[in-house]
T-cell receptor
């Protein structure tokens, strides 16, 4: 069974720009969660989607948004990028919930200059 | 107080040693306990998943949960250089999961 895939793997953007990241979950998994990982803060929960609906949201500004499609694929968008948004963005999928066994993708490394 | 506390290390051990990694948590309602391993420049990989108190063993890995003390542990027996990675604990309940900041482990040949 194929694992979680994320594209692109690396991105370099300029302050003020926007970015869209993509995640394809494991087949059959309906819950997709997004996390931001930085050396100082560790793994921080952004949001979770289930059946095309945002079910949970972490403590991040409205510049961070996401969506899920009918095939469970998900995208997250960050608008008006700031230097502090430089991080590894990880997507995880599970059968039904964030408390189920979550499987992570390789991440997208975003650098904002 | 953080919901989940994990010693960041780094922890350096000789090959073959028994490694003990630990996390404490504050919310007694948490019921799901997980350990992830993360190699440099990779996503976290699920190692162990347990529900409620007790022990769970998988090969050289043993996860232990003590809900009365709000303390979880991961033991690695016969540690190998390939175990060198960052280990993250994760604790969840009520549609929420919180990760520790990770302990960096180095196993020296």
């Amino acid at each position: 069974k194929a694992g979680v895939t994320q594209t692109p793997r690396y991105l370099i953007k300029t302050r003020g720009q926007q970015v869209t990241l993509s995640c394809s979950p494991i087949s059959g998994h309906r819950s997709v969660s997004w996390y931001q990982q930085t050396p100082g803060q560790g793994l921080q929960f952004l949001f979770e989607y289930f059946s095309e609906t945002q079910r949970n949201k972490g403590n991040f500004p409205g510049r961070f948004s996401g969506r899920q499609f009918s095939n469970s694929r998900s995208e997250m968008n960050v608008s008006t990028l700031e230097l502090g948004d430089s991080a590894l963005y990880l997507c995880a999928s599970s059968l039904g919930s964030v408390v189920d066994e979550q499987y992570f993708g390789p991440g997208t490394r975003l650098t904002v200059t | 107080q953080k919901e989940v506390e994990q010693d960041p290390g780094p922890l350096s051990v000789p090959e073959g040693a028994i490694v003990s990694l630990n996390c404490t948590y504050s919310n007694s309602a948490f019921q799901y306990f997980m350990w992830y391993r993360q190699y440099s420049r990779k996503g976290p990989e699920l190692l162990m998943y347990t529900y409620s108190s007790g022990n769970k063993e998988d090969g050289r890995f043993t996860a232990q949960v003590d809900k009365s003390s709000k303390y979880i542990s991961l033991f690695i027996r016969d540690s190998q250089p390939s175990d060198s990675a960052t280990y993250l604990c994760a604790i969840g309940g009520y549609q929420k999961v919180t990760f520790g900041t990770g302990t960096k482990l180095q196993v020296i040949p």
